[in-house]
């Protein structure tokens, strides 16, 4: 009902995708520009809501869901970089509020049957469940369900201007990554809360490679996923398949009935591109204060660690769109220009930083989304609210090292 989530918004004018870069906020309200704030690209896609009730959707109120702003504007300038016409929706089949995962616990050997290799179904249930009878929650491999596979991870050092990785195969069309920009050697995600306006990255896919655009020499740290959108093929293939391709010994599990080559849709398993493990995942409520961290200790050792996470907020509205009661949202990094304090992060931004043993989240709940002079008042200065962060729904993902 409230999924864990992303969206992919690219640029109109580039078809690259920016949500990775920071802008300012400027407004006619503010007296010799002195107010607004920083912020990234996740701040400006819409929440998924719980009992939303208004006039965008054709359906008209429904229990849960999410909506889009797609722009009609050809004008992707300096002050509208996050205006898009091109949007991907992800969703993961896990929670992203404090809904407790459905995954069935392991259970003791009783003889039932495991694996189905056959002409119809691939399964490989959980230790202790049927092959025959188990759900979705209760199998590891499905032929039905292809699960996440990571065609690339790196952790790489890009320099200021364009940039490339080569991964070495054709990209398909179905793929989405999830990319971490630091600076040093602290990993944060979503974003260093020492913003600027322009900073960060750019990317896009193009033949083998994943091309960078970068404001100034950081690290990027990414998994790339393969989303097996394209349509599974028919044919006599094996189930188990073993070959070698550049010289790498390869064993492939296949969606029964498939052609030979595959399609990506026929591939279960491939020893070449890991499936996604979850090392640790939890939610905790956020109090009052700011900086307020909560740390999240964990094992990867081994592995290969990115963290996902989600915000959830209060009752909302947006203008000419409608109103809900509760919401989830992508974590977003957002700071005044002007503060009262030393802490300059508005009340619903949010950061990670993330080690191989750690995962320490720090929120900001008390403080405003604005603190500006009035063009129409000089010298009076304001404080305009911010949805602030209640709770925090995380994943800590992995792959072999």
């Not at 078809?15 to 701040?43: L, V």
């Not at 965008?56 to 504007?73: E, H, L, N, R």
């Amino acid at each position: 009902n409230m999924p864990l989530f992303d969206v992919k918004a690219t640029r109109t004018n580039t078809g690259r995708f920016n949500q990775q870069r920071i802008q300012r906020r400027y407004s006619g309200k503010y007296y010799n520009d002195q107010g607004g704030y920083f912020f990234m690209g996740n701040w400006y896609q819409a929440p998924w809501m719980k009992n939303f009730s208004g006039s965008v959707s054709q359906w008209g109120d429904f229990p849960y869901g999410t909506y889009a702003k797609i722009t009609t504007s050809t004008n992707d300038d300096a002050y509208n970089r996050f205006l898009s016409r091109d949007k991907r929706l992800i969703v993961w089949n896990l929670p992203g509020n404090e809904d407790p995962s459905l995954e069935a616990p392991p259970l003791a050997p009783n003889g039932t049957k495991n694996i189905i290799f056959r002409s119809d179904k691939m399964i490989i249930a959980k230790p202790g469940y049927n092959a025959e009878t188990a759900n979705e929650w209760q199998v590891s491999f499905d032929s039905r369900r292809v699960p996440v596979k990571v065609i690339a991870a790196a952790d790489i050092a890009i320099p200021a201007g364009e940039s490339f990785y080569e991964t070495g195969i054709t990209l398909p069309a179905n793929i989405a990554i999830d990319v971490h920009f630091y600076e040093g050697s602290t990993i944060y995600y979503p974003f260093n809360p020492n913003m600027s306006n322009g900073l960060g990255a750019d990317y896009w896919f193009s033949g083998s490679r994943i091309y960078f655009n970068s404001s100034d020499t950081m690290r990027a740290r990414f998994m790339l996923y393969l989303d097996a959108g394209d349509p599974p093929t028919n044919g006599s293939n094996r189930v188990l398949r073993e070959f070698t391709e550049g010289g790498q010994d390869v064993v492939q599990f296949l969606r029964p009935g498939s052609a030979n080559p595959p399609s990506w849709a026929d591939i279960i398993i491939d020893t070449r591109w890991p499936c996604v493990q979850i090392i640790a995942e939890g939610y905790f409520s956020v109090a009052v204060g700011s900086p307020l961290q909560t740390v999240i200790n964990f094992d990867a050792s081994g592995m290969f660690p990115m963290v996902k996470y989600m915000t959830k907020h209060g009752a909302g509205s947006e203008t000419s769109v409608g109103s809900w009661t509760e919401s989830i949202k992508l974590p977003t990094v957002r700071q005044r220009v002007y503060s009262t304090n030393s802490n300059f992060e508005c009340g619903d931004s949010s950061h990670c930083r993330l080690t191989q043993t750690s995962a320490t989240f720090v929120t900001n709940r008390g403080q405003p989304g604005d603190y500006y002079n009035d063009a129409d008042d000089p010298g009076t200065w304001r404080t305009e609210g911010a949805d602030h962060v209640l709770g925090i729904r995380y994943y800590i993902l992995g792959i072999p090292a």
